[in-house]
């Protein structure tokens, strides 16, 4: 149902695109959320897009760095990640659910896709 692509080698300081493409009408129904797991972490929030109007919620960590849209014709959710740093490196997963809202907890989460890994270097 998920699809996440865009991730990449990069050196600090670089942007990157994240794509997230959705099947069927996730994006009318669904908060969709971008989550991260480095090795040894738990997963842990990035940033969420309510449905509809698409309210949004970022992580403190990348707040300011980072923007989360949706293109709803394209049934595709981005995450935008400006002046990454070497701890943003991930392997970046795309989630959805419908009963929670922008959740920050990933127990919320009923979709997921299969990731995509975003190596930052120093």
């Known amino acids: 149902h998920l699809v996440e692509s865009g991730g990449g080698l990069v050196q600090a300081g670089d942007s990157l695109r994240l794509s997230c493409a959705a099947s069927?009408?996730?994006?009318?129904?669904?908060?969709m959320t971008w989550f991260r797991q480095a090795p040894g972490n738990e997963r842990e929030f990035v940033a969420s897009i309510a449905r509809g109007l698409g309210s949004t919620a970022y992580a403190d960590s990348v707040k300011g760095r980072s923007t989360i849209s949706k293109d709803n014709a394209k049934n595709t959710v981005y995450l935008q990640m400006n002046s990454l740093k070497p701890e943003d490196t991930a392997v970046y997963y795309c989630a959805a659910n419908n009963r929670f809202g922008i959740s920050r907890d990933p127990r919320h989460y009923d979709y997921w896709g299969q990731g995509t890994q975003v190596t930052v270097s120093s």
């Open positions: 069927g009408r996730f994006l009318s129904s669904y908060a």
